[in-house]
């Protein structure tokens, strides 16, 4: 299967499909950190996003589609589009006409990380939130405009302002700790914190975090393996990396 990724044995069970931006199909770590040896098998589609932005995004929608029928046609059970702004950036309606028609033509159930963010930060019962991105400010304008769209309170958001997809990767813990701190002083009484970007290394974070700044904490790629894992009606705790894996 053309650019088809895997980790976990092929003999497990359950199979669980990513849509991701980098061309290689590179899985995310998190998911076999966090549910590694538990009958699970994540299988991948890379959709070859070029850029952070609306153009980038732009450029590879026609593929959406067709990579969610690679993955169903592999044997994706349920499947997830592991993109954060790259299905917040139209707004709500999009983001759930996306993940029907992503179900319609896998016949499997469908899911976007837009929508994962969302079910974790109602999960958690964040309301006013501080946000911290990779991205640039019209995508920032962006996620804004989404959670607010949604009856999220918006405080804060701080960007680093990235384009580039591997890129992400680079980012150090420090960084996103240290902007995770000015995020929450400036937003003032928010009572959760979302660090967005699905190319961020974030999950060794939430538990630090929440101790330090006294508040919940999701982000991009623990809330989508998080909320993937309910979508496929399978256990989500995992103690030790914060509020959302002990619910």
């Known amino acids: 299967m053309k650019n088809l990724n895997q980790v976990g044995s092929p003999q497990e069970p359950r199979v669980i499909g990513l849509l991701v ?21 994540f299988i991948s589609q890379g959709l070859g996003v070029g850029e952070i932005s609306p153009s980038g995004f732009d450029a590879v929608e026609a593929r959406v589609l067709e990579k969610s029928r690679l993955l169903s046609d592999a044997g994706a059970q349920q499947i997830i589009l592991m993109g954060t702004s790259l ?18 033509v896998t016949k499997v159930p469908c899911t976007t990380m837009s929508h994962a963010i969302v079910d974790s930060m109602h999960a958690l019962g964040m309301k006013r939130v501080a946000v911290v991105t990779s991205y640039i400010e019209e995508l920032n304008l962006a996620l ?34 240290e902007l995770s ?30 101790r330090t700044l ?10 989508g393996f998080w909320h993937v894992m309910r979508l496929a009606g399978l256990p989500t705790a995992c103690p030790g990396f914060g509020r959302l894996f002990s619910l």
């Open 144 to 177: 804004r405009k989404y959670l607010e769209d949604l009856h999220f309170e918006v405080a804060d958001i701080e960007g680093l302002g990235i384009r580039g997809v591997d890129a992400m990767r680079a980012v150090p813990a420090e960084t996103l700790v």
């Open 181 to 210: 701190h000015r995020a929450v002083a400036k937003a003032g009484q928010a009572d959760g914190l979302l660090i967005s970007c699905t190319g961020l290394n974030t999950l060794g974070l939430h538990a630090n975090l929440e």
């Open 214 to 223: 006294g508040i919940a904490v999701t982000s991009s790629a623990p809330a």
């Open 87 to 104: 299905t917040f950036y139209r707004g709500p309606a999009y983001t759930d006409e996306l993940r029907d028609e992503m179900s319609e």
């Open 21 to 41: 931006a980098p061309g290689s199909g590179r899985i995310p770590p998190d998911g076999e950190l966090l549910y590694g040896g538990r009958g699970i098998r």
